[in-house]
């Protein structure tokens, strides 16, 4: 039985608010710290990961996704931080200022449904965000510390979420590839 590494997401697709994340990530390489930064075309808001499902559950999970209730809302990505902390720093976020609430609405109607055909509940909550990079080492960990100190208030703007998407999620050296297998838009 093939499986498929998948999660539901909302990409981020305008590209004034890629640019500026495109600029924040510039500015962390400047601090020298070993990071793998997420390519402009695979930044996006999980909403709920799903890890290694069937191939042959694909439809079912979409079925589930076209019961999500919601109206297109605005999201204002703004700030900057890092999990699990400042002092150890795994990733770097763009962080969700506006449309919390919405985001967990669907989240919440999500966790629902897909416990009913099987899946397990997110044991860790649900914390909206965007990664944009990892940390690879520990290398100028401080300095870059003190880089997102100095821009954690940053906005990078506001995008529209409409189209909820299930995405595919296939890992190479190079870094991960992420294809739309379906999608739900309103």
Known sequence: METIRSFIAFDIEEPHVLRNIS????TLAETGARLKFVKPENIHI?????????????DEVYDV??????SPF??????????????????????????VAELREI???????????????????????LTIARVKTGYRRD?????????EDYRFGVVKAECLRLKRSIL???????????????
């Open 23 to 26: 600029n924040v990530q510039s």
């Open 65 to 70: 996704m076209k019961k999500v209730d919601f």
């Open 74 to 99: 605005k999201v204002e990505i703004r700030g900057v931080g890092a999990f699990p902390s400042m002092r150890r720093i795994n990733v770097v976020w763009a962080g969700i200022s506006r449309g």
């Open 107 to 129: 989240f919440n109607q999500l966790e629902l449904m897909l416990y009913r055909i099987g899946f397990k509940r997110e044991t860790r909550g649900f914390s909206p965000h």
């Open 46 to 58: 999980t909403v709920k990961f799903l890890g290694n499902i069937p191939l042959s559950q694909v």
């Open 143 to 151: 300095k870059l510390a003190r880089c997102l100190r100095e821009i």
């Open 172 to 186: 190479k050296p190079e870094g991960p590839v992420y294809l739309t297998l379906r999608e739900k838009c309103t």
